[in-house]
């Protein structure tokens, strides 16, 4: 099993990044998908969702500027985050969860400076 994030670096206040994560390794189809965010001396937190049928759950934090979306055919999961702020700083992580499995990526760093 794998999951590979990319898309993470530097933005400034109010830019936009895309995270993607690529799996394999399991029934993507399957999964729900979600992505956690940690910043420093600070909890792993859920950012968003997606569940195998396309519904979404987000954070109050992030709502109206993160959207999460999949491509099945791709098996990949994205994150659009767009009017980045300086809370938004963080290791971001994607999670695959189902069938009483969890999975986990390594992180791609975001990080908001202006």
């Known amino acids: 099993v794998q999951l590979v994030e990319s898309g993470g670096g530097l933005v400034q206040p109010g830019g936009s990044l895309r995270l993607s994560c690529a799996a394999s390794g399991f029934t993507f189809d399957w999964y729900t998908m979600r992505w956690f965010r940690q910043a420093p001396r600070k909890e792993r937190e859920l950012v968003a969702s997606i569940s195998s049928s396309g519904g979404t759950v987000y954070a109050d934090s992030v709502k109206d500027r993160f959207t999460i979306s999949r491509d099945n055919a791709k098996n990949t999961v994205y994150l659009q985050m767009n009017n980045l702020k300086f809370d938004d700083k963080a290791v971001y992580y994607c999670?695959?969860?189902?069938?009483?499995?969890?999975?986990w990526g390594q992180g791609t760093q975001v990080t908001v400076s202006s």
């Open positions: 999670n695959a969860y189902g069938l009483s499995n969890a999975y």
